[in-house]
Every structure is written in C-alpha cells, then in structure tokens.
C-alpha cells in the first residue's frame, strides 16, 4: 500500500529528507490531478494542517475537484483573508475592479483617465466633505469580499461607509455575516427585496457582482465551479444578462441622485450591458483592467431628473 501524501511530514527524529519526500509526493498528486501551481498549492495545504491526518483530508478534496479556497477556508482578495465556506462563490481577483472604481467614486483612491474624472461630481458628493456617510451595497455578495474590501479601505482612508450586503443564497449570506462582522449589516432575500426600504433613494454605491454566464455555457466552466459552487451565483440566463437587467430595472428607485451601479461582465457583453443601463436612464459606461483582464460596467443616477 502506498504512503499517504502527509506521511513524513514533521516526524521528529525521521531520517533525513522524509520532509522533502513527502512534499513532492504532495506535488506530484496535485499535479495528477490537473492542478497548474501544485507547488504553492502544496504549499497552503501544508500550512493549513497541523498533522498527517488532516492533511490527507485536505488533499482528498482539493484532488477530488473541490476549489482550493474552500478547502482552506479562505480567500485573498485585496489583500484580505475572506472566509469561504462550501458551495459559496469564491471571489474572483478580476471583479477588484469594482472596488477600484467605487473608491474612486467615494472619492477614495485615483480615478482612471479613460473615465475623464468622477461622473456628476460623486467623489465629491460622496467624499469627505459630505454631510451623512456615504450608503454603500454589496449586492449578489456571496462572501461579502467586495464590501469586506471597500468598507475597509475606505475607514483606512479617513472615509466611514454604511455598508449592506445581501444574497439569496443561505450559505452565502451565513459566510458574508462572518465576514461582515462588526463592518456592515447582511440581509437575505433576492435582489433588493432583502434590503431595508429605508434604503430607498439613499445608496450612493452600488456593487452588483451578478452571475453572467450564459446558461448554455454553465456546462464548460472549470469543475471548480460548475460542480461546487451555487448555480445561482454563475447562471446569468440565455445571454447571461438576466440578472443584471432586473438589478437595473430597480436601481433608479434605489440609487441617490449621482449615485452609481458597478457590475461585473464579460468582453462580449460589454454594449448589450451598456444598453442596458443606458436603456433605464443611467448614465453609463465600461471600464476594463487590463492587468487581470476584467471588465464591466458602471451606470449614474443623474443628479437632475424624475425621482
């Protein structure tokens, strides 16, 4: 019978290099089983158990195909450890992008030049010099990762945001409330009828990472994902937009005047996306960060207009 991938690991008094054996049969089963950096795989595998045993279980369901954030129990994003339970989407470093433009929005960090500056003056509506902190949701939250990261890098800026998450997923709302502890208030329900309506007309920022995937295509995502993560956080409908146009249908009755929606999409849904926002009266235009290769969306509630 084969050794287990943990045997010989921290065994005092073992001969020597059994460390060093042992790690690269860890390599070389993570490696098997289709996992591209197996190195630093192994790496956080080993860090995250103190014995034999609890490795062995760990490495069983990362090489049975479970993702790599929810064996650990943790993601990074922004430099965050985010909590990450089973089934629950794992944040994508790609949708940073949302929070880069919402602090900017806030007046919070730089502002990219292809938006030619905050639109409708929100930086400065929304920034210090404002009378009431700046209403911020997470929308579609998931882990709770991009209010967790704007609340904070806000506060770090001087900047104190009220913050609601909400998602219609038990699990995900059960993870965002651990994450958001003590940060901001998480609601469950689908779409905005998890929020107080107190909320109403107040949001100045509103992220909304929807699922987009086209339903037909749900079928070629990663194992990762289709297979252990909610399918409500990925299937987006036929075209993959369905849940954004019913965000955006409610987002005038939700937005602050100058308030702004941020949402994730694909290249390929970029003008549809457009349309869309532009479709319900916003104001509303791509963005794109070409390091991670993201893109997306952002659409402003006029400052003047109907309510």
Not at 130 to 153: F, H, I, K, Q, Y
Request: some cysteine; proline content about 6%; overall charge negative.
């Amino acid at each position: 019978m084969g050794k287990s991938v943990g045997e010989g690991l921290s065994s005092p008094g073992g001969p020597p290099g059994a460390d060093a054996a042992a790690r690269a049969r860890l390599v070389a089963r993570l490696r098997g089983a289709g996992c591209v950096f197996a190195e630093d795989e192994a790496a956080l595998l080993l860090a995250a158990s103190d014995d034999g045993r609890r490795l062995e279980r760990l490495v069983a369901r990362r090489v049975a195909g479970e993702p790599l954030e929810q064996v650990l129990g943790w993601a990074e994003f922004r430099g965050l450890r985010v909590r990450v339970a089973p089934g629950v989407f794992v944040p994508r470093r790609r949708t940073a992008l949302l929070v880069t433009r919402a602090l900017a929005l806030l007046g919070v960090g730089a502002v990219d030049p292809e938006d030619g500056g905050a639109p409708s003056g929100r930086a400065g509506a929304t920034g210090h010099g404002r009378a009431r902190r700046p209403v911020v949701v997470d929308l579609c939250c998931g882990t709770g990762a991009l209010g967790m990261a704007l609340a904070g890098e806000a506060a770090a800026a001087g900047l104190s945001v009220e913050l609601h998450a909400a998602d219609v997923d038990a699990a995900a709302v059960a993870c965002a409330a651990g994450n958001l502890a003590g940060v901001g208030a998480v609601h469950a329900g689908d779409l905005f009828d998890a929020l107080p309506l107190g909320l109403r007309g107040r949001v100045d920022v509103l992220l909304a990472n929807v699922p987009y995937v086209p339903s037909r295509e749900i079928v070629h995502l990663p194992p990762e994902a289709r297979d252990h993560e909610a399918r409500v956080a990925l299937d987006g409908g036929p075209d993959g937009l369905d849940v954004l146009r019913r965000v955006v249908a409610g987002a005038a009755h939700w937005l602050a005047r100058g308030g702004s929606l941020l949402s994730e999409v694909s290249e390929a849904q970029l003008d549809a996306a457009v349309s869309v926002l532009r479709g319900a009266g916003l104001d509303a235009r791509p963005v794109h960060d070409d390091a991670t290769g993201a893109t997306g969306v952002i659409g402003s509630r006029p400052e003047a207009g109907p309510s």
